[in-house]
Every structure is written in structure tokens, then in C-alpha cells.
């Protein structure tokens, strides 16, 4: 995972619109010391993952982030304390034969954030996770490249100091990170 910066404030370049792939945008989202994962709506989507979705042509990767956040998650921008790009990466696409390029972005809520409610009779979409540990019986279900992927994208937080708290640690995210490397 690249840790290059980009500018949440302009919008991606044209030239990453081709062939049908579009840049996207994954929100790592950070409520007091856990993360937000949600339930992909897509056919055959297994496992939670991070909020994401694509940026439209000339939209900003900040403002797809809150788009992505209140469409998925029904979270506002009033919600949001803070934004952090912290890194690119590549990821295959749906398709799997092409790759898109996926900016990252940290989100910290506001304290007083509480997970919406589920309509009756419908499944909670959102949950929490607390640590490591939590995270990966989560994920478990996803495909070995989505975990890894999601894995990195952690160590990479807490590489950065960006996610410092005594359960989101280096030395417990390295067994994880091992066996989605196999």
C-alpha cells in the first residue's frame, strides 16, 4: 500500500476514468476506538468491509466521501469531526480483470455518534469492531484479497499514528496480516 498524498479538496484527474474503471474512494471511519464496517449491498457480497464507492467525474474525493458515508451509512457531514487522506492503492475491481485506484481516507466521528437503527425487519448493515481481533471474525467471510487489503490499510493507520489506542496495536495486527498475505 502506497502512502503517497493526495489532496482531498480537488478532484480526480480524467485521465483515471478509462475502460470503464473509476477512482474510488474507501473510508477507514473511526468512532472513539473502533471502526465502522458495513455489509456490502452488492449481490454475493460476503463479509463487512469499509465504506466505499466511486468518485464521479469531477468530484473531489472528499465530497465522495460523504456521499459514500451518507448513502451507506446514513452518516452526515455534521457527523464528522475530521478527514485524513492517508494513502493510494490499488484494487482489483468487480470485474477483476482491471484495477482501480483507490484513495483512503480516515474519518473520525463525533463523540457522540450512535449506530442508526435498522428499518423493522431489516438487517443491521453497520457494526462496530473494537480491535484486531473483532475486525477479523468480521471480515472472515471476504475474499482473501479483500482482507488483505483491509489489513493493510490498518496497519498502515497505526503506521502512521493516525490510529493509536492500546487495541488497534502493530504486534496484534501481524498474525492477521500474515495470513492474508498466504
Not at 63 to 72: D, H, M, N, P, V
Not at 101 to 112: D, I, K, Q, T, Y
Not at 133 to 141: F, V
Request: glycine residues 8%; hydrophobic residues 40%.
Amino acid at each position: 500500500m502506497k502512502c503517497q498524498p493526495f489532496r482531498l479538496d480537488v478532484p480526480v484527474d480524467h485521465r483515471e476514468y478509462s475502460d470503464g474503471v473509476r477512482p474510488t474512494v474507501v473510508a477507514v471511519v473511526r468512532t472513539g476506538e473502533s471502526l465502522l464496517l458495513v455489509l456490502p449491498k452488492v449481490a454475493g457480497g460476503n463479509g463487512y468491509i469499509f465504506p466505499q464507492g466511486p468518485i464521479n467525474l469531477g468530484q473531489t474525493p472528499q465530497a465522495a466521501c460523504i456521499r459514500i458515508l451518507e448513502e451507506e451509512c446514513s452518516i452526515g457531514d455534521k457527523m464528522i469531526e475530521s478527514t485524513v487522506p492517508f494513502g493510494l492503492a490499488n484494487k482489483s475491481s468487480h470485474h477483476g480483470d482491471r484495477e482501480n485506484v483507490c484513495r483512503l481516507v480516515f474519518v473520525s466521528l463525533r463523540p457522540h455518534f450512535v449506530l442508526p437503527q435498522p428499518p423493522a425487519g431489516g438487517i443491521q448493515n453497520l457494526i462496530l469492531v473494537n480491535g484486531p481481533n473483532h475486525l477479523w471474525q468480521k471480515i472472515a467471510d471476504c475474499s482473501v484479497n479483500r482482507r488483505g487489503f483491509m489489513a493493510k490499510a490498518v496497519r498502515s493507520l497505526i503506521q502512521q499514528r493516525l490510529l493509536v489506542t492500546g487495541r488497534w496495536q502493530l504486534e496484534r495486527l501481524e498474525p492477521f496480516l500474515r495470513y492474508a498475505a498466504e
